[in-house]
């Protein structure tokens, strides 16, 4: 019989990631309504063990650890590979991740590996009357917001970064720290990362700015982006563009912000020169001024 | 030997379709009839990565597959415009878009079994509608070949797919063998506009249409991922506040002001 949760972490530096803090947070909260089944954790990279006490500390009552070489290199087939191991091991009722930039790519696969699909990029996770798991979720790029009841056994969701704010740890709580039951081996890697090209930062990355000054059509052309320039650099930010101002060819679409863009969330969006489509900020955890 | 490349592209409302337009009705969306659909953004821009492959390899063919249970045709055959060989719409009553990818999965992944010997799949990164963002994992998982995601660009020779795979601080280049599956991210670059010779010859073409019994696929035989419980507007909890002044220079300073006090500069 299925039972708990299975949160599939990432690692930062030796530690868990932001996300799978929140992460074991919301795995808490869904505990709690199915009489405080257990919280497991994969921890799969380089420093795994070492990471297992804090997430502990944040709520794991388990952890299954592996730091093989395919993952300690982050691939994202290893890393599949691990969650469908720690899924048997663990034969949770729901398995959840994060959508970042590991999770957009892993998270997909582990659910069709499991048989299901991924309840995508969720901003709050519960469990109805009838046990099973309940994922609100943006779509139509925040146009609409759908509640999906899902049906998989297990059920797999990915949780939008930064929805819930981590917790406090508690370095009283105790857990257990257990090898995964495989040994990841390098043959499962068949997507080979050959090369990494770290590139030249030009300013602050929109994806990360806490401020964005983004321009569109009503600028009226590429001029007036200086001023937004110089303003996003006295607020410490960046700028972005509207899909008009980068197909008129304005600005590169690396700048480009939103459904066709690149995803953000500030806590700050200036938008100059561009109507509507506020919309696209209505799903993210951001305070707009237009 | 041909290298063979299907390209997945969703025929989705226009993402640009303003609030006041976009209806819910018992959980499902509708657009006024006058906005025409478009061809998911990401999915031109895997197109435009077919083609710029075939440019390079010569010997290359481009197939495009498209779900649906009706189609804009002159919408739809925008990708044979940019240049593609073909277009295979896989339509039926019962291929309704829905928030469950189990569907598209395995009707593409039939489609893609029919149409045999493929080496190459192409989709973008996600579609404007339920933004699901996994068809193309799914179809890797289902076909059991390997994906390189979020490519920025993307190389295929000598059996071998080559990816730069976007990263928030630069890229990564992903090595696969054929065959293989590839998202492609907006960093892409822009797909092509249709020259009018593609646009004329696109008119001459009659897409080819598989219903769910050419695929051999009943899909009220498949398990669904979700229920949909409810589709519904956010709650506006967009509070205004406008800030005048005096002139544009003290209502910017009060501006300024404003945003100081709730801590945001």
């Known amino acids: 019989m299925s039972s708990g949760i299975l949160i599939i972490g990432e690692l930062t530096n030796g530690a868990p990631s932001s996300t799978t803090l929140e992460a074991l947070l919301v795995g808490r909260a869904l505990a709690a309504s199915i009489s405080n089944e257990p919280v497991a954790l994969l921890l799969a990279g380089a420093g795994a063990a070492g990471a297992a006490p804090t997430a502990i500390a944040h709520g794991a009552d388990v952890v299954y650890t592996a730091e093989d070489a395919p993952l300690a290199e982050g691939a994202h087939d290893a890393l599949v590979v ?16 994060s959508k970042t930039v590991v999770g957009r790519d892993v998270m997909p696969r582990v659910a069709f590996r499991l048989g299901t699909a991924l309840a995508q990029d969720c901003t709050s996770l519960a469990v109805d009357g009838q046990g099973r798991l309940l994922a609100t979720r943006p779509v139509y790029g925040g146009n609409a917001e759908a509640t999906l009841a899902c049906l998989g056994t297990p059920a797999v969701a990915a949780l939008r970064p930064k929805a819930v704010e981590a917790g406090e740890p508690d370095a009283s709580r105790s857990g257990e720290v257990v090898a995964l039951a495989e040994a990841i081996d390098a ?36 001029e007036p982006f200086a001023q937004l320039e110089a303003l996003a650099t006295m607020l410490g930010g960046a700028v972005g563009a509207s899909r008009a101002a980068c197909d008129a060819g304005w600005l ?39 | 030997m041909t290298l063979k490349i299907v390209v997945a592209a969703k025929q989705v409302i226009d993402p640009e379709t303003p609030l006041s337009a976009f209806q819910i009705d018992a959980n499902r969306v509708s657009t006024p009839a006058n906005l ?67 569907l598209p999965v395995t009707i593409l992944v039939a489609a893609i079994r029919k149409l045999g010997d493929v080496d190459l799949v192409i989709a973008g990164r996600q579609a404007s509608d339920w933004d699901n963002a996994q068809v193309p994992m799914g179809i890797a998982e289902v076909l059991d070949w390997p994906i390189a995601t979020f490519a920025q660009k993307v190389e295929a020779t000598d059996g071998t797919v080559r990816v730069e795979r976007v ?18 991210s907006n960093e892409l670059g822009s797909p092509r506009y249709p020259n009018m010779r593609g646009i004329m010859a696109s008119r001459r073409v009659q897409p080819l249409i598989w219903t769910a019994a050419d695929l051999g696929v009943d899909p ?37 002001l404003a945003l100081r006090a709730v801590r945001l500069v």
């Open chain 2, 36 to 102: 025409p659909p478009v061809v998911n953004g990401f999915d031109e821009q895997a197109v435009e990565a077919a083609l710029r492959i075939k440019e390079a390899v010569g010997d290359a063919t481009v197939t495009v597959l498209s779900m649906g249970t009706d189609f804009a045709l002159d919408v739809i055959k925008k990708p044979l415009a940019m240049g593609a060989d073909e277009i295979v719409l896989l339509q039926d009553p019962a291929f309704v878009n829905s928030e469950d990818p189990t």
């Open chain 1, 82 to 97: 691990a969650a469908a191991v720690a899924a048997k091991q663990a034969d949770p009722r729901f398995v959840v991740g």
């Open chain 1, 187 to 222: 043959s499962v890697v068949r997507a080979r990362s050959v090369q990494r090209v770290e590139q030249q930062a030009t300013g602050m990355r929109l994806e990360d700015a806490p401020v964005i000054v983004s321009g569109g059509r009503g600028l009226g052309g590429p």
């Open chain 1, 252 to 290: 590169p679409s690396s700048y480009q912000v939103g459904l066709t863009g690149k995803t953000v969330s500030p806590d700050l969006y200036i938008a100059i020169g561009i109507s509507g489509a506020t919309n696209i900020w209505r799903a993210a955890a951001t305070r707009v001024l237009s």
């Open chain 2, 167 to 184: 990263l928030p601080d630069g890229h990564e280049v992903v090595e696969a063998t054929l065959p293989a599956v590839v998202t492609v």
């Open chain 2, 220 to 256: 009220t035989l498949l398990a669904p991922a979700f229920e949909l419980i409810s589709l519904v507007k956010p709650e506006s909890t967009v509070k205004t506040e406008m800030i005048t002044g005096e002139d544009d220079e003290d209502a910017g300073r009060k501006l300024a």
